[in-house]
């Protein structure tokens, strides 16, 4: 079974800090074509922001991105997982609790953050597929 730090060990990790604004942070997305951000607080992860946070904490509530700070809607406290988690066990539970982004730690340092798309065109997830 691999590691799920195997997907994405050669990937830079985007994050934003709690004291910037949603704004940013949809700029920071749409730059770099991600859908959640690491959320840091003094360099430790304190939250996630995705794109669906924005959606329905800001968007919908008529919030102005430029104003609210990432603290006030990112979802704070995120399960994490640890880098030598399997990828079948991320992906448990990401089905689980409906996650689409789990970050993975080594302790209190943030080593990366996976998608559930990274898990579904990883080569295992394939070979799974098709034997399925």
């Known amino acids: 079974m691999a590691g ?9 990790t985007y994050s934003v800090t709690v004291e ?5 942070a ?3 997305m ?12 003094d360099g430790e992860l304190a939250g996630i922001l995705s794109e669906r946070d924005i959606v329905k904490r800001v968007v919908a509530l008529g919030r102005s991105p430029g104003v609210t700070k990432v603290s006030e809607v990112m979802t704070a406290k995120p399960r994490v997982v640890t880098t030598d988690e399997t ?3 991320c992906l448990f539970i990401m089905r689980e609790f409906g996650f689409r982004h789990l970050p993975i730690v080594d302790g209190n340092q943030l080593r990366g953050l996976v ?18």
């Open 4 to 12: 799920i730090y195997e997907l994405v060990k050669n990937r830079k």
């Open 20 to 24: 910037q604004t949603v704004l940013e």
């Open 26 to 28: 949809a700029r920071l």
């Open 30 to 41: 749409t730059e770099h074509n991600i859908g959640a951000l690491a959320v840091l607080r």
């Open 87 to 89: 990828v079948e066990e």
């Open 115 to 132: 998608s559930i798309r990274d898990i579904f065109f990883h080569p295992q997830a394939e070979k799974r597929a098709i034997a399925s």
